[in-house]
């Protein structure tokens, strides 16, 4: 290998770290309690430079208000009365969970190979390389490094956790669902929220440094400032559109408040549609509620139920026509797991095993077939 090719390898790795350290400092301003990221817009916007950035005069920063958004009333609801386990270690089911279509790609090149090349690592071996060593398309390739530093990035900030105590937390309600007419819209239960984003005129900030209007001290405040501008409109934009796409996705369940009428949606999914990485989402959520039209306050994750969820609601729902048809003398006897899984695929697409079905039946608390059909 050159030392050409050795300084690009090395660039660019140096390159990777910074951006997975940016992510990371991003996950982290995610995670910040909803009191905590309050008191620092209001510590931001108290800012003498930040007020001066904001006169008409200046016109540097500018407030961009999110569409269909408004002040929830009363303001003065702001935490809902749940409580929850926290669960501060990394959830490694759940995790793997979001990255299911990885799993196969990693299975197809085997343990020794992914442990060697994407674990352990050879120094200057290049992209093609592996691609090659592994027979696999560069992009596959390119697949497994960025699960590899997710998984990373989220270790890494989960350590970074003080408390790894199990607790029991409040979740904080950080907006109301209304109905108007025909649509909902998102009533935010904090000002700082509700004026939208800062637009930052970077053309006209250089135009004012350029003419002196700042101080030499300010012009050092500026760059820090405008980071933790960014920050904050980050966040601000994500929980947006997480809850606008859960409005389009849950609209049955706003409609109704009958939680049978959820709809499979995971965060991964949402990740690829916003372009926001599923662990940010994560982030983005945790602790956090909303208040849906009917009155009640509910955590938002709920309106992400997972596989497991959705497959125990389909399995809750053959029992119950079970029951019913037994009744009318129409069956016999109850359905066994290898027909209920048989349902499944035929009427919902959904291919489980036969093991599969009985841990939902258990954790549904449904005795066996034989149990249900002599359980009289």
Known sequence: MSVL?????????VEQIAKLMG???????????????????Q???????????????????????????????????SLDPT?????????????????????????EIGVGKFKKYFLD???????????????????????????????YLEAKLTE??????????????????????????INYLSREIVKGCYLINFDRFEELKKRKVFTSSEVKKINPLFNKLKLINSRKTTIYQIIKNLIKVQYDFLLSGNFDHLKFFTQASLSKKIGV?????????RRKAIRIP??????IKILFPSRREIRKKLIKEIIEQEKSEIEKGALSKSYSDEEIRGQLRRKNGIFISRRSVSECRKDLKIPSSFERTYQE
């Open 277 to 285: 990485n599923p662990s940010l989402i994560s982030r983005a959520i």
């Open 160 to 185: 970074s956790s003080p408390d790894k105590r199990t607790q029991r937390i409040y979740y904080s309600t950080i907006a109301s669902i209304e109905k108007r007419k025909n649509e909902f819209i």
């Open 294 to 299: 009917q009155g009640r306050q509910i955590p």
């Open 5 to 13: 090719e050795a300084k690009q390898i090395l660039t660019q790795r």
């Open 43 to 77: 510590e931001v916007e108290n800012d003498p430079l930040f007020k001066k950035l904001t006169v008409p005069e200046a016109g540097v920063v500018k407030y961009k208000k999110f569409s269909r958004t408004g002040l929830a009333h009363p303001r003065s609801i």
């Open 121 to 151: 690592g050879i120094p200057g071996i290049t992209l093609e390389e592996v691609a090659r060593k592994c027979n696999l398309t560069k992009e596959k390739i390119k697949r497994i490094n960025n699960f590899v530093d997710k998984f």
């Open 83 to 107: 409580l929850t386990p926290s669960r501060n270690y990394l959830d490694i089911e759940f995790f793997l969970g979001q990255e299911e279509e990885i799993i196969p790609i990693i299975r």
């Open 23 to 41: 992510k990371m400092k991003l996950a982290e301003f995610m995670s910040l309690p909803e009191s905590e990221f309050q008191k620092l817009i």
